[in-house]
């Protein structure tokens, strides 16, 4: 493990200096194309449920196998002929997995367009980032989209790959994110995914359940560095009491604690391709959702993505020490 904790730290950093530039393929990209042509064959809507269920089986196993044996292959290949190279080829692998920087930029594209008072733009640059019906919303309903957006990613883009990155490196870091991938294009609750997808949704929720509560602690103390311990007590508070209402076990933690530190709510009513969904309410109402909370909510994300690179350096620093 001492080994992969300055793979998994550069990963992060790297991530956030230079993000992923649109004009490189994206081993996501790839991976999501192979899902797609996978479901395509095997997700047959005549098939029996228990036979669909099967298919997500083969799924999930195919997939993931690819995406964790690619990396490790390429990595023992280079590590025979240049030991250098490799390791900066596995920090680069390992950047890949995070999105610090685009989950920022996505945030900061919806303020920017509501700080222009566009309020379809906004709506435009939100529909980026997730799957409910946007074209309607009002200005704090895109907040709220915006705000739970960024607090739940924190989990599935930026700890959660580099705890699996520290545990063995840019091989696992990939086998988590096929797991994530699949459970984004799959992992629904609805005629064509509830069999099929359901094992590539409970590997997802069993994969990001450390990483999940890793974060509840990054994100207290980053909430108590930026706006104090009373803060930082109340967005506790309301994880212990809200959490557990979220449809994911994973997702209503950071959620809840955002949530409580704001002193707003966050749930409610969505809408998917038209038809209404009313997700569980998290913290107290004590005031409405603003523009301005996309920015105190993307600082908590800074700030508890520092305090993970410093944690994984001050790790590192003793192992060398030791």
């Known amino acids: 493990m001492w080994e992969t904790i300055p793979v998994a730290t550069l990963g992060l950093l790297l991530d956030r200096v230079i993000g992923d530039p649109r004009w490189f393929p994206h081993p996501v990209v790839g991976i999501g194309r192979l899902i797609a042509l996978l479901e395509r064959r095997w997700n047959r809507p005549e098939a029996s449920p228990q036979r669909r269920r099967w298919s997500g089986v083969a799924l999930a196993v195919v997939v993931v196998s690819v995406a964790t044996l690619i990396p490790w292959l390429i990595l023992a290949w280079v590590t025979a002929h240049a030991r250098w190279l490799a390791a900066l080829l596995e ?50 309903e895109v907040v709220r989209a915006t705000v739970e957006t960024l ?36 992992g629904y609750k609805n005629a064509r995914y509830q069999d099929f997808g359901f094992v590539s949704a409970r590997l997802d929720d069993i994969l990001n359940y450390i990483p999940a509560r890793l974060t509840a602690l990054l994100l207290w103390m980053a909430i108590a560095l930026r706006e104090g311990i009373g803060t930082a007590r109340r967005g506790w508070r309301i994880y212990r009491r809200d959490a557990h209402k979220h449809p994911s076990p994973n997702g209503g933690i950071p959620e809840a604690l955002v949530a409580g530190a704001l002193g707003v709510q966050l749930g409610g009513e969505n809408v998917y ?9 998290m913290g107290d109402a004590q005031r409405p959702l603003v523009r301005g909370d996309i920015q105190l909510v993307t600082g908590y994300l800074d700030t508890a993505s520092v305090l993970l690179a410093m944690i994984c350096l001050l790790v590192s620093a003793v192992g060398w020490v030791m």
Do not use: H
């Open 91 to 140: 920090v680069w692998m390992v950047a890949t997995t995070i999105a610090w920087k685009g989950l920022r930029q996505a945030g900061q594209g919806v303020f920017r367009e509501l700080a222009r008072e566009d309020l379809s733009g906004a709506r435009s640059a939100v529909s980026m980032i997730v799957g409910r019906d946007t074209a309607s919303l009002p200005e704090d």
């Open 151 to 186: 607090a739940e990613n924190l989990v599935d883009a930026i700890v959660s790959p580099v705890f699996f990155a520290l545990v063995g490196g840019a091989p696992l870091a990939w086998c988590y994110r096929s797991v994530n991938t699949l459970d984004s294009m799959v």
């Open 273 to 281: 391709q038209g038809v209404i969904s009313e997700r569980a309410r």
